[in-house]
């Protein structure tokens, strides 16, 4: 059965009220939109993707999988250089509005608390974290135990308002175990904590997705991945790179050989070059289920989301003026970056390091609660935040 434009993008014709200063640029965003899927409709691929969500997230899926392997193995340095400058705040706005904003709006009052307290014990890291920028020096165990703390905070808080379960006992005990882990060995904690955050965000969607018997994006995210590590690591690539000089060209002052040693320390022959653009890969796909995939898991929607309606809802979670600061702060870092691309990089990964952590501490009190549907809002059914096409 054809598919009209209408019939799945009729909320973008409606006028984007209640915007203010956004009103005028997501306009044009929408007319920009309109028109993609009116010329995308026109072949069946097109009206498939817009009336199946499965599928027209699995396109987007297969084609950003294959631009990010493509990039890494072409553009290694630029993908660990650009992907935190351009995507890493507006990956953290979103962690802060699925994981913070939403639950704190939604849950009851001694949820609320909970949830504040934890909160709190996260932000002692980036107050830590902030102080090392003007030259405090903090101990190695800093950031892993402080974090690891948090999450034995969210897991106790789980416990007391619970009682005893197996999901309770269970989140306990695995989260004072991560704790010992961190307090015995801090360093390789927090390098197992860079590599794992990436796999955290799949790992998200995924358990999203198959709850919503998404069989397709599903499949191809787990195949694609796979598929990516495997051509990354195996060592099909070490001569090209090494023949051509990507291993170590700088470009604007970083390389994947200076970031192979705090990625990748101590480890034998080309595994530390591996392993950094094994990174680079994961990150990427990391970004893209954090500002698109897991957005639209959250969602009640099936229909493509309009730029417009897509602004009200964050609007809704974050508040006219919690928007233009976030996203004050997402065009502050490339245009900072534009001065010195290195050292923004690099004070921005300082500052939203936490993020990792919080997402690790607000999962756990979740389980351990059984709130998780407070990530998708009131009854799970609050509007997600779809990064329109």
Same mark, same amino acid.
């Given at each position: ?20 200063? %956004? ?228 470009? %604007? ?137």
């Amino acid at each position: 059965m054809a598919l009209g434009t209408a019939s799945f993008t009729g909320d973008a014709l409606m006028p984007p009220a209640g915007l203010g200063l %956004l009103g005028a640029p997501v306009e044009v965003l929408d007319a920009v939109r309109r028109s993609f899927w009116r010329v995308a409709t026109r072949l069946r691929l097109g009206r498939r993707c817009a009336a199946d969500v499965d599928a027209r997230l699995t396109a987007i899926t297969a084609g950003h999988l294959t631009v990010s392997l493509t990039l890494t193995i072409l553009f290694p340095a630029a993908m660990l250089l650009f992907g935190p400058l351009l995507l890493g705040a507006p990956h953290v706005l979103s962690d802060l509005r699925f994981l913070v904003a939403r639950p704190l709006r939604h849950g009851s009052r001694a949820f609320r608390w909970q949830l504040g307290l934890v909160i709190v014990a996260v932000a002692v890291m980036v107050i830590g974290r902030t102080a090392s920028l003007v030259g405090v020096r903090l101990p190695a165990a800093f950031d892993p135990v402080v974090g690891a703390a948090g999450v034995g905070l969210a897991a106790l808080f789980g416990l007391v308002s619970r009682g005893l379960s197996l999901r309770t006992i269970g989140t306990t005990a695995l989260a004072a175990g991560l704790f010992v882990v961190a307090w015995q060995a801090p360093r390789e904690t927090q390098l197992t904590f860079a590599h794992g955050h990436n796999v955290v965000a799949i790992g998200t969607f995924v358990v999203l997705a198959l709850k919503r018997r998404w069989f397709g994006v599903t499949g191809t995210l787990l195949v694609g991945v796979a598929a990516g590590v495997t051509v990354l690591g195996s060592g099909m690539l070490d001569e090209s790179m090494l023949t051509t000089g990507r291993w170590d060209e700088p470009l %604007l002052g970083l390389s994947v050989a200076s970031l192979s040693t705090v990625l990748a320390p101590e480890w034998p022959g080309m595994w530390p070059f591996r392993i950094v653009m094994i990174y680079a890969f994961a990150q990427a796909v990391h970004y893209v289920c954090w500002l698109r995939l897991t957005p639209t898991a959250l969602s009640p929607r099936t229909a493509p989301a309009s730029f417009a309606r897509s602004f009200r809802a964050l609007r809704s979670d974050f508040g006219m003026a919690g928007l233009l600061v976030g996203l004050g702060l997402c065009m502050l870092v490339p245009a900072l970056a534009a001065l010195d691309a290195e050292q923004t990089r690099n004070t921005y990964l300082t500052l939203a390091g936490f993020h990792g952590w919080l997402e690790l501490a607000v999962f756990a009190l979740l389980l351990s609660r059984g709130d998780t549907a407070l990530l998708g809002g009131k009854d799970a059914m609050a509007v997600g935040v779809e990064v329109a096409l």
